[in-house]
């Protein structure tokens, strides 16, 4: 079992940068795949991209394509969410998700595939 943590959020005028960070306990962590998805006032939550165990895959959503960088440190037990070229529409409730799943480096892009969240971070970005 895992719990996560994320960190990171705050208000930003578009264009700016934001990194999240999401903090896992226990000690398999880098046995589970890793999302982050955002859920915006009156949407459903969306996943906006994973990386895999080992980090060796990271999947984007189009809407982030090019301006968000997902990256992990299995040594620290910790995925970043690194968020560039911010716009007004990015603006949500940022959340990891966790799960275990060893080897392979499949994502999953759904959010009842993951069985671990964080709290969520507020982002908002101002026009």
């Known amino acids: 079992q895992v719990q996560l943590v994320e960190s990171g959020g705050g208000l930003v005028q578009a264009g700016g940068s934001l990194r999240l960070s999401c903090a896992a306990s226990?000690?398999?962590?880098?046995?589970?795949?890793m999302g982050w998805f955002r859920q915006a006032p009156g949407k459903e939550r969306e996943f906006i991209g994973g990386?895999?165990?080992?980090?060796?895959?990271?999947r984007y959503e189009d809407s982030v394509k090019g301006r968000f960088t997902i990256s992990r440190d299995n040594a620290k037990n910790t995925v970043f969410l690194q968020m560039n070229s911010l716009k007004p529409e990015d603006t949500a409730v940022y959340y990891c998700?966790?799960?275990?799943?060893?080897?392979?480096?499949?994502?999953?892009?759904?959010?009842?595939?993951?069985?671990?969240w964080g709290q969520g971070t507020q982002v908002t970005v101002s026009s």
């Open positions: 226990g000690r398999t962590f880098s046995s589970y795949r």
């Open positions: 990386i895999s165990p080992g980090g060796t895959t990271i």
């Open positions: 998700a966790g799960k275990l799943s060893p080897g392979g480096t499949y994502i999953y892009t759904t959010a009842s595939d993951y069985n671990y």
